[in-house]
């Protein structure tokens, strides 16, 4: 394969554009059902939002695969990894940089 290919295939591999759709939540529902779109809208409360409001799918085949992924793994799997996912996000910007572990001890006892 000669560089040009090379490359070609390269940039083909991160163009998403392909793979991008609009789709309504309801159409996601009926798109991917086994990744609960609305029911998860609901648990975090966000109710501005309308079944009918489009939204800007970037991946289709990742919701494909999370959908067989969800459904095949146990809840409280999913659970502690949201939860470790969140306080690696999160976990810095909430602990002052300039704390110590000493008075970490002391703020938790």
């Given at each position: ?8 295939a ?28 609305l ?71």
């Amino acid at each position: 394969m000669g560089l040009m290919n090379k490359l070609a295939a390269a940039a083909a591999m991160h163009d998403t554009s392909w793979t991008t759709k609009r789709l309504t939540l309801d159409q996601m529902e009926y798109t991917f059902p086994k990744v609960t779109t609305l029911r998860l809208i609901e648990e975090i409360n966000i109710s501005s939002l309308r079944r009918d409001e489009p939204a800007v799918v970037h991946n289709i085949h990742y919701f494909e695969q999370l959908g067989t992924i969800l459904s095949s793994t146990n809840n409280r799997t999913i659970a502690n990894y949201m939860s470790l996912h969140v306080l690696s996000t999160l976990g810095t910007k909430t602990i002052p940089r300039n704390i110590t572990p000493s008075d970490l001890q002391k703020n938790i006892l």
